[in-house]
Each structure stands twice: as C-alpha cells, then as structure tokens.
C-alpha cells in the first residue's frame, strides 16, 4: 500500500515569490493535516481536513497562507509571498478518521533565499 | 496548553548500549502519549503509544511507560543497533476531539558501530 505522497520534495524560491506544496493521503483516508516542522523543532499543526472540510485552521498564517482539499482527497498548502522566515518543512499526514495513528509523508523542504 | 518537553541534544552511544530519552508533559486530563521516529530522508513513523496511566508502550524493542505520578513517558532500549539512527519525538494528543499532536523538539540518536 502506498503511503502519504508528497511533491516536490525541495524547493528553493527567492522572498516574495509564491509556492505551492501537494500532498496524496493514503487511500481511504478521510482526514488529512498540513504540518510545519522548523529545524531543530517538533512538527506543530498548521490545518486538519475532515473530508473536503477545514475543521481546525486556527493555526494557519491566513495573511499569506492557505490550503485547499477540493475533492476531499488530495491537498495543496500554498505561500503567497514566501518570506525567508518560511524556510522549513513542511509535513503532510492521514488518518482514518479520529482519533486514529497519522500516518505522515516524508515532507517538503522549502529555503526561501 | 498542553506541551512536551524533551531531554537537550543529541544522543551519541555505541552499539549494544543502553539508550534512554526523557520525555515530560503538561496536560489538562489524560492524553494519549505517543513515540514518533524519523529515519533519514523518511516521514515520521509511530514507533509505540500508549492510552491510560501505567500502560507500556512496545516496539522494535523499544519500551515507554505511562507515568501519570510523574508526567513522563521516557524511551528506553536495552541494545541499540545502528539502524536505530535516527530523530525521536515525544508527543501527546489530547482527549478533546481535535486529535492535535504536541510533539516535543526531538533527539537526534547516533548509533556508532
């Protein structure tokens, strides 16, 4: 079975160009989260997805950051406009429902130079 | 809030050593806890969780009980291989219905042969 799909897998962008990440959950999953891990840090939630359905962004920048599952199956966070201060991974995960294991993508690495 | 915190710095051992993380949180009510590793260029994998006071969580041979007296959750193995580089993180999930993980800043585990 194939896990949680993530694209790119880097990214170098200059400040104030736009980026968008992409992010396939394992099939049947219904949930799906965005996360940011900066480095030498844990992951923190940006958004959760219940179907097509944004139930908890109350962590999401909404000044420059947002994200869409139109389909209630795959999901692109976007930036508009990076900041160096973005520079991070960022992590996408899946669960069957709540309160279930998040199954998590190997994340994309963006540098805003 | 709820929040994890976990030992500073990286952990360098030997091979057949005996490995320990410490891991304290602070919640309201009783959080799940959960043991997240990430092999190089991997996604975060569940490593082992446990649900309630005094549970132990295993896997891989790695252990962690659930200390409600003590607020801990701490990962220890008995013989550490080298394949068992990697970064681990401590987080915890909350009963609220939102499932958000708090994790902790991670530990870098170096294994020399």
């Known amino acids: 079975e194939a896990g949680v799909v993530q694209s790119p897998r880097y990214k170098i962008i200059e400040k104030k160009q736009p980026v968008a990440f992409w992010c396939n959950p394992i099939?049947?999953?219904?949930?799906l989260y965005w996360y940011l891990q900066n480095l030498g840090q844990g992951p923190e939630l940006l958004i959760r997805y219940e179907n097509e359905e944004a139930v908890d962004d109350s962590q999401l920048p909404k000044d420059r950051f947002s994200a869409e599952r139109l389909k209630g199956v795959d999901s692109t966070l976007k930036i508009q406009p990076a900041e160096l201060g973005d520079s991070a991974v960022y992590l996408c995960a899946s669960s069957l429902g709540q309160p279930n294991e998040q199954f998590f993508g190997p994340g994309t690495r963006l540098t805003v130079l | 809030g709820n929040s994890v915190t976990q030992m500073e710095g990286p952990v360098t051992l030997s091979e057949e050593a005996f490995l320990t993380i410490n891991c304290t949180y602070t919640a309201t009510g009783y959080p799940s806890l959960f043991w997240y590793v990430q092999y190089p260029g991997e996604g975060l994998q569940l490593l082992l969780k446990a649900t309630k006071a005094d549970d132990k969580g295993s896997n891989k041979g790695f252990e962690a009980t659930y200390r409600k007296e003590t607020t801990s959750f701490h990962l220890e193995k008995g013989s550490v291989q080298v394949s068992d580089s990697a970064v681990y993180f401590c987080a915890l999930s909350d009963r609220s219905g939102n499932n958000r993980l708090a994790f902790g800043k991670g530990n870098q585990v170096v294994v020399i042969p």
């Open positions: 099939s049947g999953h219904n949930t």
